[in-house]
């Protein structure tokens, strides 16, 4: 009884770490601290990792076969026409406000002003918000179909979606308002596509001089 209980203080001693001739005998934590695994460089002294494998050599997204890195026009065509929709709404409302204290100046302050100016507010919000809206649905819209019939994202794709959205934008004004309309948008996106490239431009333009 006495060697059954002994061998199974031993067997616990050794389960738990502590007591019995059996823990004696194999390496303590202090031992094992100061052998570091072979060709590997220890964090810390709590792990024991090979920096290599915390190196990302490969892209962070997988993305499938024949995709691009950066996003499409379709994927941008999204925040364009959100974004446009929000800022006219902003611009508008401020404008509403602007003019419905312009209108109202000469009143009280009263329920009847601050209804108008809510008014005001509320209508000139909605008429950027759909003006803004209706450019970038017409442009996005050109954008991407250019880009799918030309196989190519350039430059060129912007400056001449941004032209046929001018165009179509003031076609009921006739032949001149499509003329306006298309020297506005080309205007424009010629500007956004110049900023753009400027660093790249100047660049260029430095390494020609040298």
């Known amino acids: 009884m006495e060697g059954g209980g002994n061998s199974k203080g031993s067997g616990l001693g050794g389960l738990f770490?502590?007591?019995?001739?059996?823990?004696?005998?194999?390496?303590?934590?202090?031992?094992?601290?100061?052998?570091?695994?072979?060709?590997?460089?220890?964090?810390?002294?709590?792990?024991?990792?090979?920096?290599?494998?915390?190196?990302?050599?490969?892209?962070?997204?997988?993305?499938?076969t024949g995709a691009s890195k950066t996003r499409g026009r379709?994927?941008?065509?999204?925040?364009?026409?959100?974004?446009?929709?929000m800022?006219?709404?902003?611009?508008?409302?401020?404008?509403?406000?602007?003019?419905?204290?312009?209108?109202t100046q000469n009143m009280a302050w009263s329920k009847p002003r601050n209804v108008q100016i809510l008014n005001m507010v509320t209508r000139q919000g909605a008429l950027w918000a759909n003006t803004l809206g209706s450019l970038a649905l017409l442009y996005s819209a050109?954008?991407?179909?250019?880009?799918?019939?030309?196989?190519?994202?350039?430059?060129?794709?912007?400056?001449?979606?941004?032209?046929?959205?001018?165009m179509l934008y003031k076609s009921t004004g006739?032949?001149?308002?499509i003329a306006r309309g298309g020297i506005a948008g080309l205007t424009l996106t010629g500007l956004y596509a110049l900023c753009n490239n400027w660093e790249h431009m100047k660049g260029s333009i430095t390494r020609q001089s040298l």
């Open 87 to 103: 800022t006219g709404a902003a611009f508008g409302a401020l404008n509403g406000l602007r003019l419905g204290l312009k209108e």
């Open 174 to 177: 006739g032949a001149r308002g």
């Open 17 to 64: 770490g502590v007591g019995g001739a059996g823990a004696g005998a194999g390496y303590s934590n202090a031992d094992l601290a100061g052998v570091p695994l072979t060709g590997m460089s220890p964090l810390s002294p709590y792990l024991n990792l090979d920096p290599r494998y915390l190196v990302q050599d490969a892209d962070e997204f997988i993305l499938p």
């Open 74 to 85: 379709f994927e941008l065509a999204f925040f364009t026409i959100g974004g446009c929709c």
């Open 142 to 166: 050109f954008g991407v179909i250019i880009e799918k019939t030309r196989g190519a994202e350039d430059d060129l794709n912007t400056i001449a979606a941004g032209t046929l959205t001018g």
